[in-house]
C-alpha cells in the first residue's frame, strides 16, 4: 500500500478495488473468529475443544513431553498456561493421555483413536476453509501476515512503554 493511501472505514461490502484501504485490524480480526468459530463448533460437536488437539499433538511427539513442556509450548496459542493444564487434566480423566513413572504424557490407545479421528475433522475443515484459495494464495496471505507482525513487533520493541 502507499504511504498515500487514503484509509477507509471497516466495510464487509468493500470491492475489490477499495481492499487496500481497509484496516488490518478488522479483517484479521472477523477471519480469526469466523475461523476459530468455526473450527471450535464442529470439534464441541464431537466433545473435543482445540486446546485438547493440541495437546494431543505435543503429547505424542518424540518421547513424550511432561506436562510442563506441553504447557510451556502451547501457551502462545491458547488463552494463557492455565488453558493447556486444563487441556492435559481433561485428556488424563478421559483416560487419552496417561503419565509415566519418568513423569512424560502419552497418548493411550484410546487417546490414539480420538486423535485419528479429530486428525480427519480438521484435515475435512481445512479443505472447507480453504476452498478457492490456491497454495501460493495462502502462503502470500500468511507471509504478508508475519510481516505485518513483525513490523508491529520492531515497532514496538524500540519505543519505551
Same mark, same amino acid.
Do not use: C, F
Given at each position: ?9 471497516? !466495510? ?5 478495488? !477499495? ?43 518424540? !518421547? ?14 491458547? !488463552? ?82
Amino acid at each position: 500500500m502507499d504511504q498515500r493511501t487514503v484509509l477507509t472505514p471497516a !466495510d464487509p461490502a468493500a470491492t475489490d478495488d !477499495d481492499l487496500a484501504t481497509q484496516p488490518i485490524g478488522y479483517w484479521s480480526g472477523l477471519a480469526h473468529r469466523a475461523v476459530i468459530g468455526r473450527i471450535r463448533d464442529e470439534m464441541a460437536r464431537i466433545d473435543v475443544a482445540q486446546p485438547q488437539w493440541w495437546t494431543l499433538n505435543r503429547a505424542d511427539a518424540g !518421547d513424550g513431553p511432561v506436562r510442563e513442556e506441553v504447557i510451556e509450548q502451547l501457551a502462545h496459542v491458547g !488463552d494463557g498456561p492455565q488453558e493447556i493444564a486444563r487441556a492435559i487434566d481433561q485428556l488424563l480423566h478421559r483416560g487419552w493421555l496417561t503419565i509415566g513413572t519418568d513423569h512424560r504424557l502419552s497418548l493411550t490407545d484410546s487417546g490414539r483413536t480420538a486423535k485419528a479421528r479429530i486428525k480427519q475433522l480438521v484435515i475435512d475443515l481445512r479443505a472447507e476453509i480453504h476452498e478457492g484459495i490456491t497454495d501460493e494464495d495462502y502462503v502470500t496471505a500468511l507471509k504478508v501476515l508475519r510481516r505485518m507482525t513483525d513490523n508491529v513487533a520492531r515497532q514496538g520493541a524500540g519505543q519505551d512503554r
